[in-house]
């Protein structure tokens, strides 16, 4: 999930938001204004309600930013390289560069996060309920209440046994530790978390068709495609993973890729680059032969047909101070992170040449590969 805003740093890790987060935010204030606060403290005005709705949902998502800001303070002290945290409509994702070394420490980060939603769910309800045996506003404490219960909610619900959950990661660590093999951990944690998925669909499915409720309904089966979806990558991952093994980049790239003149239009690339070789991703070079950029299948797919015999690869190429860069001796593994984050491709350059082309597909047929081998 990529950042749409940044909010700064928390404990040395920057933060962020996507703007999708904008959608539940706005439907939780709204929701708790006309629903749920009327209903449990009668008696305030409607602009009260509307406060309190607001203000609950900015506290949720500050409860959600500190779940993941414990996972990310935990795993730099586990050594792990963390290059931020981004919130979006589904809860927050830490990022991560590498795994844990051990199952020890993967234990570790994997349950700071749910400890952390625990013990603010169980403080929130602690002075909630002392703040109703004082008889303080019934909205203030039906506002601490709801807080602390649904970071009790979010913690057991992140402990479920299924990728990419921590629950799943907890399972991962402990089938890991028990077999000591991590590529089997993977695929049965990544398997729970895709029957978990469906069975979250399922019911989705279930309480719409029976009429308790549209939304929910909906909601429950979003959240089940993305454990789904999540789930599914982080096996084909893990299986990259073990294709790649101690391997350079030299042995998995796309070696002497066909570079692209920048003035060629985006029509005559098409038929005569793009269906002319396998790649999905190719180099643009100016009159001196210098990269200047990196054209993809996904930026032509963005050019309309109508104006793709006016435009050329040079107006829509990714420049080249933005194109991920590798060098042939690097590791493999380096590759996975830098493909995802770039442009779904990295340039391998040696010196000043361009020497090969990696992209995401060549990782995914890796990962077919290694998935039918096994």
Not at 1 to 21: P, Y
Not at 136 to 164: C, H, K, Q, R, T
């Amino acid at each position: 999930m990529k950042t749409s805003v940044r909010l700064g740093r928390i404990a040395g890790v920057e933060v962020g938001f996507n703007w999708s987060l904008l959608v539940i935010a706005v439907l939780l204030a709204v929701g708790l204004a006309s629903g749920r606060f009327p209903s449990d403290a009668p008696g305030y005005s409607g602009a009260e309600y509307a406060i309190a709705g607001l203000i609950t949902a900015i506290a949720f998502l500050a409860c959600v930013l500190a779940h993941e800001v414990s996972h990310a303070v935990v795993a730099r002290h586990e050594g792990i390289e963390v290059d931020g945290i981004t919130l979006w409509l589904l809860g927050g994702v830490t990022r991560m560069h590498g795994d844990a070394p051990t199952p020890e420490a993967e234990l570790r980060v994997s349950g700071a996060g749910p400890l952390a939603s625990f013990v603010v769910g169980a403080v929130l309800l602690g002075i909630g309920i002392g703040l109703d045996a004082l008889n303080v506003s019934a909205l203030v404490v039906d506002v601490l209440l709801w807080l602390g219960s649904i970071n009790v909610v979010l913690a057991v619900f992140n402990v479920l046994p299924g990728a990419p959950l921590d629950g799943g990661r907890l399972l991962h660590a402990f089938l890991w530790k028990r077999h000591g093999d991590r590529l089997r951990a993977t695929q049965t944690a990544s398997r729970a978390g895709q029957a978990l998925g469906w069975t979250l669909v399922a019911l989705g499915f279930v309480e719409f068709a029976f009429g308790t409720g549209l939304g929910g309904g909906l909601w429950l089966a979003l959240l089940g495609w993305f454990l789904i979806t999540a789930a599914r990558a982080e096996e084909e991952r893990a299986f990259v993973e073990e294709a790649l093994g101690s391997r350079r980049v030299a042995d998995v790239m796309a070696p002497t890729p066909a570079v692209v003149p920048e003035y060629v239009t985006v029509r005559d690339f098409v038929d005569h680059y793009l269906l002319a070789h396998r790649h999905s991703a190719f180099p643009v070079v100016d009159a001196q032969g210098r990269t200047v950029g990196l054209v993809t299948l996904e930026r032509v797919r963005s050019v309309p047909a109508h104006l793709r015999g006016s435009t050329t690869v040079r107006e829509i190429a990714t420049p080249a101070d933005q194109v991920r860069v590798v060098a042939p001796a690097d590791p493999a593994r380096d590759l996975l992170d830098r493909v995802v984050e770039g442009d779904g491709a990295v340039l391998v350059v040696d010196g000043d040449r361009v020497v090969g082309v990696v992209t995401a597909t060549d990782l995914e047929q890796l990962a077919h590969r290694v998935a039918g081998v096994r």
